[in-house]
């Protein structure tokens, strides 16, 4: 199967990055850095720990440009060394504590997902939809970090329970286990 080549729109800049251009680094510095920061920031749950892993992963970026080969966009790739860079944090911290806590799904048996739906009852209203997103953000950063991790990456990065089990060293049944614990975690804080 033949690799398929993106072009981005900011192919230039990558570019520019390549030879060493360091406006063209603040520029794509500057494109990125809130969209990698919430990342950082959804996995860690920490400011100070997100703004440095968001410089050392940029730092990783334009250090390893020249392996960049346009087979996604920048901004995917830049955002899997974001990952990356705050699992490997996130690892660390364990390091110094007790460790992440996850259980394995096949030691529960966990019924359909008979949750409360906000969305039945609420109309349409901007105002309250932005206090309920500032809600659920709330809600999903009092998880425990076993769940907002897992919950994280697969609901707003975009992995699946493979992906996630391989990054973060888990089985693939317990990043589903802790992502059915954090759902319904999420709907208790929640109600």
């Excluded at 251009?21 to 969209?35: F, H, I, N, T």
């Excluded at 392996?67 to 955002?79: D, E, I, P, V, Y």
Aim: hydrophobic share 35%; net charge negative.
């Amino acid at each position: 199967m033949e690799a398929k080549l993106y072009i981005d729109r900011h192919t230039d800049l990558v570019e520019r990055c390549k030879l060493g251009d360091r406006k063209a680094q603040y520029e794509l510095y500057r494109q990125y850095a809130k969209a990698m920061y919430n990342v950082c920031m959804r996995i860690l749950n920490h400011a100070g720990e997100a703004e440095d892993v968001l410089q050392e992963a940029f730092l990783d970026a334009f250090n390893n440009i020249g392996s960049f080969r346009q087979q996604s966009t920048f901004g995917a790739w830049l955002k899997q060394i974001v990952v990356n860079r705050s699992i490997n944090h996130l690892r660390s911290r364990w390091g110094r504590s007790s460790g992440l806590q996850m259980v394995d799904i096949d030691e529960y048996r966990l019924g359909e997902d008979e949750g409360y739906d906000i969305a039945d009852d609420e109309p349409y209203d901007e105002e309250g939809i932005k206090m309920e997103v500032e809600r659920v953000r709330q809600a999903v950063q009092a998880l425990p970090e076993g769940y907002r991790i897992v919950l994280t990456l697969y609901l707003f990065e975009g992995y699946d329970h493979e992906e996630i089990g391989q990054t973060l060293g888990i089985s693939e049944s317990t990043s589903r286990s802790q992502y059915l614990r954090a759902k319904k975690r999420l709907l208790e804080i929640l109600k």
